[in-house]
Every structure is written in C-alpha cells, then in structure tokens.
C-alpha cells in the first residue's frame, strides 16, 4: 500500500511539474531547459557578390582619380595670362603680361618662356584682365592697314546702344537735323571707349565719352564731319568681332 501511495505521489508530482511548465510557457515565461536544437548554430548569411563587386570597383576608381588629379596637379606649367583689359587692335605690351600656373591639356595658351614672341603682336580679339591668352587671340601684322581709318565719335544720351564695348561691330549714322534726312554712312568697329560704366561699356550722355571706330578710309571724312556737327549715330550689329573679321562697309556717299 505504501508502495502504490508513493507511485501515485511520484504521478502527481510528475504532472505539477509538466503543469508548471505549461503555465510558463501560457506566461511567456521561458524554461531554463533549452529547446531541443536550440544550441545549433544559425546558417551563415548569403553575401551579395554584386554590392562586393561594385564597393571595389568604387575605391579602385577613386584611387585611379586621386592619382590622376595628383598628376595633373604636378604637371601644372606657368603660361601668359592677361594683367589688364586690351582693347582689339592694340599692340601688346610687356605691362599688359603676367604669368599663372595652369595645365595646358588640350590649350593652346601661349607658355610663359614664349612671352617675348608674342610682345609687339596685335590684340585680334579684345581681351580681358586674366585670361589666359592663347595663340587666336593675336595676329603679327598692324591691323590699320592704308584701307581704315580710326576716327572719334562723341556720344550722345540716345545715340548709341547701352553698354558699347571694344569689339562690337556698328553701323555709323548721320542722324537727320530736320532738313536732310538720316544717312547711312558706313559699318565700324569699335576699337576702344572712354568713360565706361561698370560694365566696361558705354551708355552715352557722359561728359567727354567717346567711341574710336575702326572705318573704311573712304568713309572717315563724312564720319568725321557728322561726329563734328553733333549728328552721328551708331546701331549695334554684331558683338565680339576680330579686328581680322570685322566686315567694314561704306555706304552710299563716301569715296
């Protein structure tokens, strides 16, 4: 009797025990006996060959451009650069010339040990303080040639195109007085100005502004005569133009 009390007493603690468990795990209270497989280690995690293969792609690039701008940072050379603005036409001048570091890659600047080659060409273009200066830009013979002429023009408030500047191409006019009517004498180019704005160019009305105009020989007189008479004119027609391009014209009246 003994014996079946114990085994019904080892029964009933067998299943307090299971019960206990049971109500851990309702809890969400975990067993300190670990789950069956729980101590299997976890699979290794799939790599992606395509992001391991672009991240190196990525540094070898960035190390080849870092080697390349170190490169070309040391391959730096001095090359002539412009000191002040020159106006088209203008002979150049060792005052107009300094030098800077560049790297002349696909440039055809002018290398600073080539200076006194380019000292006594011509401003074909006009030029502006720090600009490099490359080989187009100048040409070895005078421009004003026997067929120009450079003439002044003053300007007047109405008269002439806001912010006229060296290298701009115009067509010179006699402006009527109420007896004659406007006459077309010739096209120009303006080789310089005087009394610039802020811009470099002129808006007329100042005091003393005055255009020189490279002309056709056959038209300076008559420019001359309406500049002098306060009746001429000027219309803008293409800007930028070469000293070597420029299409001078004279118009009906001049010789």
């Known amino acids: ?7 019904q007493g080892q029964m009933t603690r067998g299943t307090s025990v299971e019960d206990r468990q049971r109500d851990r795990a309702t809890r969400g209270i975990r067993s300190r006996t670990p789950l069956p497989g729980a101590d299997r280690p976890s699979p290794p995690r799939r790599r992606r060959p395509l992001l391991v293969a672009l991240a190196l792609v990525l540094i070898v690039g960035g190390a080849a451009t870092a080697g390349l701008l170190a490169v070309r940072l040391d391959a730096r050379e001095p090359y002539i650069v412009l000191a002040s ?43 502006s303080k720090g600009q490099l200066l490359d080989t187009t830009m100048v040409v070895k013979n005078e421009p004003f040639g026997d067929d ?54 002129l808006t007329g009305g100042s005091s003393g502004s005055v255009a ?43 010789a």
């Open 1 to 7: 009797m003994h014996v079946a009390e114990h085994a």
């Open 85 to 127: 603005d020159v106006p088209v036409g203008a002979e150049i001048t060792q005052d107009m010339l300094a030098t800077t570091s560049a790297s002349g890659d696909g440039l055809l600047a002018v290398p600073a040990s080539e200076k006194d080659a380019v000292l006594g060409t011509y401003a074909r273009v006009p030029l």
């Open 148 to 201: 120009v002429a450079l003439v002044g023009v003053p300007l007047a408030q109405g008269r002439v195109p806001v912010g006229l500047r060296t290298g701009d191409e115009v067509r010179i006019v006699r402006t009527g007085d109420g007896s004659a009517p406007p006459q077309a004498l010739a096209v120009g180019l303006v080789i310089d100005t005087t009394a610039p704005d802020e811009d470099g160019g």
């Open 212 to 254: 020189m105009l490279m002309v056709p020989i056959g038209a300076a007189d008559l420019i001359v005569d309406a500049a002098g008479a306060d009746l001429a004119g000027l219309s803008l027609m293409r800007r930028g133009v070469a000293v070597d391009d420029a299409d001078l014209v004279v118009f009906g009246g001049g």
